[in-house]
């Protein structure tokens, strides 16, 4: 069992920054990759960034590649996204999750542990 909580979330203007910052505990951290994904109002949970368990290999989702960045402190049993030049289309409640091993990390479905989400709006 791992338990996740997001932080960082708020209210920005668009071309701000935001660090969401998602805190694990429970079983290894470090034996999960890690993922960010967000759900606007109205639509479905969307990938956004994936992390490998060492930090060593990133995927994004294209509409954030050159603006995010995931990374990981597995000291700190912790995963980020640096979220810069955020754009109103950015705005969504933000989910960090673990993924299970199997499965595209792409997919909602390859996860087995969530947060609760933190709320993310960009004002234009």
């Known amino acids: 069992q791992v338990q996740l909580v997001e932080s960082g979330g708020g209210l920005v203007q668009a071309g701000g920054s935001l660090r969401l910052s998602c805190a694990a505990s429970g079983r290894a951290f470090n034996s999960y990759d890690m993922g960010w994904f967000r759900q606007a109002p109205g639509k479905g949970r969307m990938f956004v960034a994936h992390?490998?368990?060492?930090?060593?290999?990133?995927y994004y989702q294209d509409s954030v590649k050159g603006r995010f960045t995931i990374s990981r402190a597995n000291a700190k049993n912790t995963v980020y996204l640096e979220m810069n030049s955020l754009k109103p289309e950015d705005t969504a409640v933000y989910y960090c999750a673990a993924y299970g091993g199997t499965g595209t990390p792409a997919s909602p479905a390859s996860y087995d542990y969530w947060g609760q989400g933190t709320q993310v709006t960009v004002s234009s």
């Open positions: 992390v490998s368990r060492n930090g060593g290999k990133t």
